[in-house]
């Protein structure tokens, strides 16, 4: 069996490749982002305007993502230890950047990629899809900015208001755990051990909560409008997993003031609160930004495919067959399935392309 602080140790390195691994998965996504944006703005599809619109929202989302973390690496004592980035800083310092980690994480970081992730899927259930969207993304931004500016200044108040305080950040003669965000280390007087203050937790649990309500409508209504059953288990995965995590997370931060920090079960507990958020940002970046890229890269290689003989209406949206899209069994009429009337009017083509495809432009 590994000794205790071996295995912190491990917890510590653990959490530092999981972190070069995402960022290196988010510059990926980046990239895929923008290739497919260039894609489309030099085939001039029609069709695919939809899905390169948000491309300015779905950036936003891996930003925060990788900046999210980042900054989980603040609080690791790996990089406290002798040799590592943080050792050579003073206690007030490192005491600094526990409390800079609280701050960022908890009001900026977090609730900024949980609302990016909210706001595209409510632009998927939007009433004109096909509605010029070059300000969507300006529009979108600065609503997600103008929701986290409360958490963040309600987040940095608290911690400011805890550092001036007397005894370890006691407020109102409160234990020490409800507001402190660092401990003195035990063995080495000149380290610095993060710690999650129980306000803050309070705090992104009250957002989690009317979070998770506004989230669980969008989804449901993302569910009614689909008719594809590969995309409602692929928006039912998303809506559940973010749904369930996020309080997880509050829950190990909040069961972590009962262990010691520094300690094995302390630093397991902010690894397990770390690891559910990661597998958050992990499934919002794969249904949010590759598989919506994968669909509409499909509905490309379809114009691309399409005979000689029907080039002059290629740029006819509702001219993509719809198995693209997911089963072909949902839109075949050859398996048995009733295949939408997409050929009635305008208004009725619009409707169809929209609940058959245009959900896929951002989910």
């Known amino acids: ?46 069709a695919l305007q939809d899905f390169n619109a948000v491309w300015g929202v779905r950036i936003m989302l891996i930003t925060c993502a990788m900046l999210w973390g980042l900054i989980e690496l603040l609080r690791v004592p790996l990089l406290r230890h002798e040799g590592g980035p943080f050792h050579a800083l003073s206690l007030h310092k490192q005491a600094a950047l526990c409390q800079a980690h609280t701050v960022l994480s ?3 970081m977090e609730p900024c990629f949980f609302l990016t992730a909210l706001f595209l899927l409510q632009g998927s259930v939007c009433d004109a899809p ?18 986290c500016l409360p958490i ?46 129980l306000i803050s937790t309070l705090v ?72 559910t958020v990661l597998l958050c940002v992990l499934v919002g970046e794969g249904i949010l930004v590759v598989q919506p890229i994968a669909d509409a890269m499909a509905v490309r290689w379809v114009f691309n495919s399409l005979p000689s003989s029907t080039h002059h209406i290629s740029c006819d949206p509702f001219s993509v067959p719809l198995y693209v899209f997911g089963n072909e069994e949902d839109t075949n009429p050859c398996l048995g399935r009733k295949k939408p009337d997409i050929e009635s009017d305008k208004f009725g083509k619009m409707h169809s392309y929209r609940q058959g495809s245009g959900s896929v432009a951002m989910v």
């Open 1 to 46: 069996m590994l000794p205790h602080k071996t295995t912190v140790d491990v917890l510590g390195w653990a959490t530092l490749v999981l972190v070069i691994a995402l960022c290196l998965a988010s510059i990926f996504c980046i990239v895929y982002v923008l290739y497919f944006r260039s894609q489309v703005k030099r085939g001039h599809l029609l």
């Open 130 to 147: 096909f509605e010029p969207l070059q300000k969507w993304n300006q529009k979108t931004v600065s609503r997600i900015l103008a929701c």
């Open 204 to 275: 992104l649990g009250l957002f989690s909560c009317i979070y998770n309500c506004c989230f669980l409508w969008q989804g449901c209504r993302m569910v009614s409008l689909v008719i594809n059953k590969r995309l409602q288990i692929r928006v039912c995965g998303l809506v559940l997993s973010l749904a369930i995590l996020l309080p997880v997370q509050i829950f190990f931060m909040g069961l972590s003031v009962v262990a010691v920090p520094g300690n094995l079960p302390f630093e397991l507990l902010a690894f397990l609160s770390f690891l």
């Open 106 to 108: 908890f009001g900026v």
């Open 152 to 197: 963040l200044g309600l987040q940095a108040a608290l911690v400011i208001i805890a550092s001036q305080m007397p005894g370890n950040g006691q407020v109102l003669h409160l234990p020490t755990y409800f507001s402190r965000s660092y401990i003195r280390g035990s063995e080495d007087g000149d380290a610095a051990i993060c710690t999650f203050p």
